[in-house]
Nanobody
Framework: QVQLVESGGGLVQPGGSLRLSCAAS????????MDWYRQAPGKQRELVAA???????NYADSVKGRFTISRDNAKNTVYLEMNSLKPEDTALYFC??????WGQGTQVTVSS
């Protein structure tokens, strides 16, 4: 059974940084496409970043240059490094892999 457990969210001031973690079990992140999505109140869930088995990465235009997705194969964990955070980055962040496995989410709040 595939399980994804996110952590690392919290309250941060604008301009600050956070690193989210997604610990996976039942699947090897090395061979999977792993994604980070986010959903803000009243908005649709949106793709933030993705990493393929070949280590290709893709980012939403709104986070390019500020967020970095990576993985640690030994820890079977995927990360989302978030820098220069803005209030509009406030959302519940989810880890996802195919076909339809989701974590429970971790809340990120950017506010002064």
């Amino acid at each position: 059974q595939v399980q994804l457990v996110e952590s690392g969210g919290g309250l941060v001031q604008p301009g600050g940084s956070l690193r989210l973690s997604c610990a996976a079990s039942g699947i090897s992140v090395r061979f999977a496409v792993m994604d980070w999505y986010r959903q803000a109140p009243g908005k649709q869930r949106e793709l933030v970043a993705a990493i393929t088995s070949g280590s290709s990465t893709n980012y939403a235009d709104s986070v390019k240059g500020r967020f970095t997705i990576s993985r640690d194969n030994a820890k079977n964990t995927v990360y989302l490094e978030m820098n220069s955070l803005k209030p509009e980055d406030t959302a519940l962040y989810f880890c996802h892999t195919f076909p339809t496995y989701w974590g429970q989410g971790t809340q990120v709040t950017v506010s002064s």
